[in-house]
């Protein structure tokens, strides 16, 4: 396995109609057996870590040395060290559309992920796996990866993991019940997703300065430039025995009210609209 490098760089015909579908871990006959790797670079994970969690960086190291993934640990920028105003932020834009108040470790978090994308860039990788320190990989993900690669011409980013439950357009069966979809609801939570150089690039050049948090920023890739794809059921989950780093932050009453609740209901429709036509162009690729 190639030595853990510890990178401390500063951040600076018609097709069918769709059918959403809510996920459900049904069973098809993609077997693991019949995937080929795919012949492209060793597929490397990149773990977001704080220097003062030791811990978290241990369980990291010996999860990943079991499952054979080499990775680069990036050192993630604390938000409490943040001094204001922060370099990479637009604070009046975050209050108007989140309605919360600047929280620092949620800014922390978003610079570190960009951090991690430009570290990523900087090698000669065609794929990268993000982690954050508390994801929980299963012992498949391997060949799970494997098949998602096999379908990268409808991806740029595969999100793993998310909080809560949502409504998908799948398009691609995957081993173990698993499903390549389209998610037509928001994703909650980045601590494991896999991007290709073209949506790395993109992140690192346009979702500057930071505007929303890193989750729902992603969840608008549309935007960006780039096209975001997820496999249900999520495989990947969370150490329900450690609590988050990033505290909840005060609400604004007054745009909490009034922007949030308007921006994120335009970005529902702007979701579902880009979202089936990723369907759609999906289905076109697959019947030629």
Not at 97 to 106: E, F, I, Q
Not at 122 to 132: F, G, H, K, P
Not at 216 to 231: I, P, Y
């Amino acid at each position: 396995m190639e030595t853990l490098r510890n990178t401390n760089c500063l951040c600076h015909g018609a097709a069918p109609p769709p059918i959403i579908r809510k996920c459900e871990n049904k069973m098809n006959d993609f077997s693991i057996e019949n995937i080929e790797t795919p012949e492209r670079s060793t597929l490397h994970a990149y773990v977001i870590n704080l220097q003062d969690a030791s811990q978290r960086r241990e369980n990291m190291h010996a999860d990943l040395a079991i499952l054979g993934i080499e990775y680069t640990r990036i050192e993630a920028i604390h938000g409490d060290d943040l001094t204001e105003p922060i370099e990479g932020y637009d604070e009046h834009q975050y209050q108007v559309l989140t309605g919360k108040v600047t929280n620092k470790r949620a800014v922390g978090c978003y610079l570190s992920h960009i951090k991690a994308l430009r570290e990523f860039l900087t090698s000669n990788r065609d794929y990268a796996l993000i982690l954050e320190d508390d994801a929980i990989l299963p012992k498949d993900i391997l060949p799970l990866l494997n098949a998602v690669l096999a379908h990268d011409a409808h991806w740029d980013m595969v999100r793993l993991t998310a909080e809560k439950k949502g409504t998908y357009l799948p398009f691609a069966n995957l081993p173990g019940g698993h499903e390549l979809a389209y998610n037509t609801r928001v994703l909650k939570n980045t601590a494991a997703y896999l991007v290709n150089r073209h949506a790395a690039q993109c992140c690192v050049e346009k979702m500057l300065p930071m505007r929303l948090p890193y989750d729902v920023a992603l969840d608008r890739d549309w935007d960006f430039g780039f096209r975001t794809a997820c496999v249900i059921p999520f495989p990947v989950k969370l150490k329900a025995d450690e609590p988050s780093q990033i505290p909840r932050a005060e609400r604004i009453r007054l745009y909490r009210s009034s922007t949030f609740h308007l921006f994120h209901y335009l970005t529902y429709i702007e979701r579902r609209i880009h979202r089936t036509r990723y369907f759609r162009e999906a289905q076109k690729r697959k019947s030629r």
